[in-house]
């Protein structure tokens, strides 16, 4: 395909988070024809930032207008709708509203909340990956103060990987400070950390692991390792074979790839973990793309790996447009960066770490940079200084 060809192609993007969004803004520089994102919500939601937001921070860094990402780029349009299933034979992604044509169909659907299959865990449990979840969490904790003025002296939270653990760095304070609001009875509060692996955040060095421990506990977190979740109500957990009274379990493990693909067995091969097989390429299907968290490659689930994933994809189809010299993808190193607590943060890359406050304005700065790849200076530097604000009534 020519120049010309290039302008006249539609390439369809479902999916706001950092894949999808990024995919559309390179798209955008290259001018390369016309762009649909098509978005469940119509805001961009900074996962990494959730459990600041659910511990009292303003919520404006974590939900960023998908309208004002792309003020400044007229060849995107953003759609508010939710895709229902796929006709690749007719290049359609067929939607909730309507059907679209496509040239090109990139996917970053992003991932679920998987119980494992623990009963009435979704009725008993809080969560905090979206906002509306937050909304919930934080009614039940001015509920629970505002009815007997008295705060729950054990929080649980289920999962020892990074949400759970900047949670679990994060909850005594926030919950101190609302008792203070609520002039609430003083109770020793003590947070509980339940992790099925022989550590915390198994998924990172042994070294990011010890320190991390050693950071919670002289926070004074409870840790509980290679112990699992086999039962809970409404007033109790139980862990292995200890029951521990709350009425208030976080639950931030079990993450599942989206389901829609494993319906769609005749387009994605999905492996045993959930995630989709692509070709060097990143393509799952004909003329179907799978970027981000759902894609079975290194990098994935890691914000510098999904703009990474769609920085390659914008340029594979420019090139796909308009020559036949094709470069395989190559997945980079990400650093990691583990804030706990107010300024502490755990910092690796390539083997190489930092504790304490160098390693939480390296995390700082990683933040600022992964808003940087999608929206402009201004709106990272508003959002960056949210992070700083406490808002009294959350």
Avoid at 150 to 166: K, P
Wanted: hydrophobic share 40%.
């Amino acid at each position: 395909m020519n120049e010309r060809g290039q302008h006249s192609m539609h390439t369809v993007i479902i999916g706001g988070g950092f894949a999808g969004i990024k995919t559309a803004l390179e798209l955008s520089r290259y001018q390369a024809g016309k762009i649909t994102l098509i978005s469940e919500r119509p805001y961009f939601l900074h996962h990494a930032s959730l459990y600041s937001t659910a511990t009292g921070h303003d919520p404006r860094e974590s939900m960023i207008p998908l309208d004002e990402i792309f003020a400044a780029h007229p060849e995107v349009t953003v759609v508010h709708d939710t895709l229902k299933s796929l006709d690749p034979e007719r290049n359609l992604a067929v939607c909730r509203s309507k059907d679209y044509h496509y040239d090109n169909l990139v996917m970053a659907l992003g991932s679920e909340i998987d119980y494992g299959g623990i009963k009435h865990a979704a009725d008993h449990t809080y969560s905090v990956r979206n906002m509306e979840q937050i909304t919930r969490f934080h009614d039940h904790l001015h509920e629970t103060l505002a009815r007997d003025h008295h705060v729950d002296r054990n929080y649980v939270i289920v999962g020892g990987g990074l949400t759970g653990v900047e949670l679990a760095g994060a909850l005594k304070q926030y919950i101190e400070q609302l008792a203070a609001l609520y002039v609430a009875k003083k109770a020793k509060v003590r947070i509980t950390l339940v992790e099925s692996e022989s550590r915390l955040l198994p998924n990172a060095s042994l070294q990011a692991s010890y320190h991390v421990e050693r950071r919670l506990a002289s926070l004074g977190v409870s840790i509980l390792k290679n112990c699992s979740v086999h039962a809970l109500d409404s007033e109790q957990i139980t862990v292995g074979n200890k029951k521990i009274p709350t009425e208030t379990v976080i639950w931030t493990t079990g993450v599942r790839n989206n389901v829609f693909y494993a319906k769609h067995p005749q387009y994605f091969d999905v492996s045993a973990s959930g995630h989709v097989q692509v070709n060097p390429y990143l393509e799952a299907y004909r003329n179907i793309y799978v970027l981000g968290d759902n894609v079975a490659i290194r990098g994935s689930g890691q914000v510098k790996g999904a703009y990474g994933m769609a920085v390659f994809l914008a340029d594979h189809l420019v090139r796909k447009a308009t020559t036949n010299s094709y470069v395989p993808y190559r997945a980079k190193h990400s650093p990691l960066t583990v804030p706990v607590g107010d300024d502490w943060a755990y910092a690796e890359y390539m083997g190489v770490y930092v504790t304490g406050w160098l390693g939480k304005l390296i995390h700082e700065r990683h933040m600022y940079d992964g808003y940087r790849q999608i929206m402009s200076k201004a709106m990272a530097d508003a959002a960056v200084a949210s992070h700083t604000t406490k808002i009294d009534n959350l």
